[in-house]
């Protein structure tokens, strides 16, 4: 059973930093795709990044570009966004999500997600 548990959101003033983590269990971590979205109050959930399963792609959008990182440690079954210069429009729940395919070509197709986290960015 795919398992996906975020942490690490919370609220900070524009220009901080902060790191999500996304736990994952049940499947083999490193053979497939991660991606992070998020979700603002009012707003559909967007696409923020993601990385290859083999770890040497990764891609973003081009509000977090330049800001955000995202990475994986296979050997902890993690992925990471590391967010910094955070800015209010940055405020949402954001959710770690899984391809549908091990060892997919892109564009990967997320059909598994996590909880989400809060994340706030005040001005």
């Known amino acids: 059973q795919v398992q996906l548990v975020e942490s690490g959101g919370g609220s900070v003033q524009a220009g901080g930093s902060l790191r999500l983590s996304c736990a994952a269990s049940?499947?083999?971590?490193?053979?497939?795709?991660m991606g992070w979205f998020r979700q603002a109050s009012g707003n559909e959930r967007e696409f923020v990044a993601s990385?290859?399963?083999?770890?040497?792609?990764?891609y973003y959008a081009d509000s977090v570009k330049g800001r955000f990182t995202i990475s994986r440690d296979n050997a902890k079954n993690t992925a990471y966004l590391q967010m910094n210069r955070l800015k209010p429009e940055d405020t949402a729940v954001y959710y770690c999500?899984?391809?549908?395919?091990?060892?997919?070509?892109?564009?990967?197709?997320?059909?598994?997600w996590g909880q989400g986290t809060q994340v706030t960015v005040s001005s």
């Open positions: 999500a899984r391809d549908r395919r091990p060892r997919g070509s892109p564009p990967p197709d997320f059909r598994s």
């Open positions: 049940g499947y083999t971590f490193s053979s497939y795709t």
């Open positions: 990385i290859s399963w083999a770890g040497d792609s990764t």
